[in-house]
Every structure is written in C-alpha cells, then in structure tokens.
C-alpha cells in the first residue's frame, strides 16, 4: 500500500468520510486529487480495510460514506510504527529568497509582506480550526486526551501555529534588516 492510502484510512479512523471529505481534508498533510483517491478508496473496500454505506441524495447521485474496519485500523497501528520518509520539499518562498539579490529593496520589501499577509490569513483559519476542535471535545476530557480522535489535529494544527508564527518572525527580522543603515566599511 502506498503512503496516500495510510493517510486516507488515518482520516476515515477519525470519522466516516465521503470521498470529496477525505480529498479536502488530505490537504493538510499531502497534495492529492479525486483522480488519486477514488480508485485508492475501491483497492482500500476491496482489501477490507475500510466499508462504505450508501446515501441517497435526491438532486444528486448517491454518496458512499467510508468507515474504517478493525483491519484498517490495525494496517494503520503496524504503519504508525515503521521509520518515516523526509519530507518532499517544494518552496517556491525559500527559492524566491535564495535569488533576492536579482531584485531591489521594494522588491525584497514586498515579496516579504505578501508572504506575512498569507500567513496572517493562514494563522487565522488555523485558530479557527483549533477552536473548532476545542468546541467538539467531549465534556469533561482532558484538552491533550491521546485516546480521543482529535488529539493528532489538534497538536498538528498547534505545530503549524508555532512554525507560522516563527516564519512570520523571520520575515519581519529581514525586512528590519533591510532598514537598517549601510554599515560604513573599515
């Protein structure tokens, strides 16, 4: 099984998902389309890892809703526990700032304010999503509950908060510097 399929019956462990949910919600993690996840879905039911329940829909055709089987989750659990790969790393920013010194200060300057805008935008809807989750929490558990489903997001989406707060930070040290006045040579 590939690594796409693994996220897939991560998600659907969490709660039942269709296959337009579980394409939104990859986004998180991994750049994937419906073309990808669909026929990943049919191998997942054909291997008995997860199950679908048809919807009618009036104005629409049927929707399938996805659960995890206890063998889905126990392909998940062996996953969980082998090494992981690094990352694949695509950064058009960091190409961008690898190559500053072709542009000017205004250039430099507004490269780096769009960025801290996207991040502020991106910093918002992730504080919205963390108070979705606090909203959803069962009443009386505890805010770091292993055992619940929402434990994994929440830290994840708390992971993203502090790296976007500290590349938010980076930018505003650049464009400090790019203020500060030329240092006379010795």
Same mark, same amino acid.
């Given at each position: 099984?590939?690594?796409?399929?693994?996220?897939? !019956?991560?998600?659907?462990?969490?709660?039942?998902?269709?296959?337009?949910? !579980?394409?939104?919600?990859?986004?998180?993690?991994?750049?994937?389309?419906?073309?990808?996840?669909?026929?990943?879905? &049919?191998?997942?039911?054909?291997?008995?890892?997860?199950?679908?329940? !048809?919807?009618?829909?009036?104005?629409?055709?049927?929707?399938?809703?996805?659960?995890?089987?206890?063998?889905?989750?126990? &392909?998940?659990?062996?996953?969980?526990?082998?090494?992981?790969?690094?990352?694949?790393?695509?950064?058009?920013?960091?190409?961008?700032?690898?190559?500053?010194?072709?542009?000017?200060?205004?250039?430099?300057?507004?490269?780096?304010?769009?960025?801290?805008? *996207?991040?502020?935008?991106? *910093?918002?809807?992730?504080?919205?999503?963390?108070?979705?989750?606090?909203?959803?929490?069962?009443?009386?558990?505890?805010?770091?509950?292993?055992?619940?489903?929402?434990?994994?997001?929440?830290? !994840?989406?708390?992971?993203?908060?502090?790296?976007?707060?500290?590349?938010?930070?980076?930018? *505003?040290?650049?464009?400090?510097?790019?203020?500060?006045?030329?240092?006379?040579? *010795?």
């Amino acid at each position: 099984m590939n690594k796409l399929s693994y996220g897939l !019956l991560s998600l659907i462990a969490v709660e039942p998902c269709t296959g337009y949910d !579980l394409t939104q919600r990859i986004q998180l993690f991994w750049n994937a389309n419906h073309s990808q996840i669909y026929p990943l879905l &049919a191998q997942l039911e054909e291997k008995g890892l997860v199950r679908f329940t !048809l919807v009618p829909q009036t104005d629409k055709p049927d929707k399938k809703v996805y659960t995890i089987t206890p063998q889905g989750k126990d &392909a998940v659990r062996q996953w969980i526990t082998e090494p992981t790969d690094n990352p694949v790393v695509r950064d058009e920013f960091a190409l961008k700032i690898f190559s500053l010194f072709l542009v000017d200060k205004p250039a430099v300057r507004n490269l780096l304010e769009e960025k801290m805008r *996207l991040l502020d935008e991106r *910093l918002a809807r992730l504080h919205k999503r963390l108070q979705q989750l606090a909203e959803r929490r069962e009443p009386g558990t505890e805010l770091y509950d292993l055992a619940s489903p929402m434990f994994g997001a929440q830290i !994840l989406i708390e992971k993203s908060i502090a790296t976007k707060h500290a590349e938010r930070e980076w930018c *505003l040290s650049i464009l400090r510097k790019l203020e500060e006045p030329e240092q006379a040579a *010795l």
